[in-house]
């Protein structure tokens, strides 16, 4: 079954730089988009960045230009740079993917998305 892990949160003070990671297992990851999402509380959960199976790239607004997405030569293990880390960066990050047999990003749309970690908190002071 597929399962994603998050990890990599943790607390930071503002400016500083943070790497998330999600370890992907149980899908073919050539059909597979995924992204990174937040959700702060009481806030709607929202798109950080994806990526899609050609490694096509895409942002949030609020990242763009602090954020970078990637993933490793194996393609199992999603990751997210964060840097000039801001408060209002401060909410738990979750790894999500779903099947996706377009061309380009899938969108920032959550509930389309099928699978999901179990989030990691970001704390930013």
């Known amino acids: 079954h597929v399962q994603l892990v998050e990890s990599g949160g943790g607390s930071v003070q503002a400016g500083g730089t943070l790497t998330l990671s999600c370890a992907a297992s149980g899908f073919v990851y050539g059909r597979s988009c995924m992204a990174w999402f937040r959700q702060a509380p009481g806030k709607e959960r929202e798109g950080v960045a994806g990526i899609d199976v050609h490694d096509t790239t895409d942002y949030a607004d609020s990242v763009k230009g602090r954020a970078t997405i990637s993933r490793d030569s194996d393609k199992t293990t999603l990751n997210l740079v964060m840097r000039n880390l801001k408060p209002e960066d401060s909410a738990i990050y979750y790894c999500?993917?779903?099947?996706?047999?377009?061309?380009?990003?899938?969108?920032?749309?959550?509930?389309?998305?099928?699978?999901w970690g179990q989030g990691t908190q970001v704390t930013v002071s």
């Open positions: 999500a993917s779903r099947v996706y047999y377009g061309y380009g990003f899938c969108g920032f749309t959550a509930s389309r998305y099928t699978y």
